[in-house]
């Protein structure tokens, strides 16, 4: 069974552009999450989404946004990058969002904005 | 606002050692702990999952234990090798309103041949 697929894996870009992640889940998951990871600030919950529908949401600003398709397949985007952007961007998949279901995440996107 | 700790931040140790690595949450009420395994550049790997009526879980040379009563968690290592150096990451689970995992800053572990 093929992991949690992430593209691209790297990027690098300016400071105002935008930019949008992809993350192909687990077959039959539904359940796709979002993190933001960087040393200072270690591993944070951008948003959930479930059947197209964002359930949670963490404490990021409105520039960043995802969205989720019929076949679970989701991205994120976020728009006028700044520095403090670049992290590695994780994507995770489950079942559903209950305590039975461990998350299987990708490999990442790294992000550099310079 | 749950908060989880690791305790330590790095650890090194000779292989063949047996290495306790430490997780406290500030809040009981948790559905789920969950330790990973993080290798440079790379994405997470789920280790082991512990339910919140559980105590203990074991996969191979790995065995967590949970003492939600205590807000306490350790990931047992048995017979260290080289191959199990990396950053350890436990995660809570609270059902809270963002319903996301909560992690520690993790423990990098370093064994040495």
């Known amino acids: 069974k093929a992991g949690v697929t992430q593209t691209p894996r790297y990027l690098i870009k300016t400071r105002g552009q935008q930019v949008t992640l992809s993350c192909s889940p687990i077959s039959g998951h539904r359940s796709v999450s979002w993190y933001q990871q960087t040393p200072g600030q270690g591993l944070q919950f951008l948003f959930e989404?479930?059947?197209?529908?964002?359930?949670n949401k963490g404490n990021f600003p409105g520039r960043f946004s995802g969205r989720q398709f019929s076949n679970s397949r989701s991205e994120m985007n976020v728009s006028t990058l700044e520095l403090g952007d670049s992290a590695l961007y994780l994507c995770a998949s489950s079942l559903g969002r209950d305590e039975d279901s461990p998350l299987h995440f990708g490999n990442g996107t790294r992000l550099t904005v310079t | 606002k749950q908060e989880v700790t690791q305790i330590p931040a790095a650890l090194s140790v000779p292989e063949g050692e047996n290495l306790v690595l430490n997780c406290s949450f500030t809040?009981?009420?948790?559905?789920?702990l969950q330790w990973f395994r993080q290798d440079p550049g790379k994405g997470l790997t789920s280790l082991l999952l512990?339910?919140?009526?559980?105590r203990e879980q074991t996969s191979g040379r790995l065995n967590a234990s949970l003492d939600k009563s205590s807000g306490r968690s350790t990931l047992y290592i048995a017979a260290s090798q080289p191959g199990d150096s990396a950053t350890y990451l436990c995660a809570v689970f609270d059902g809270g309103s963002q319903g996301n995992l909560i992690f520690g800053k993790g423990t990098k572990l370093s064994v040495k041949p």
């Open positions: 989404y479930f059947s197209e529908t964002q359930r």
């Open positions: 512990i339910q919140s009526s559980q």
């Open positions: 809040d009981s009420a948790i559905y789920n």
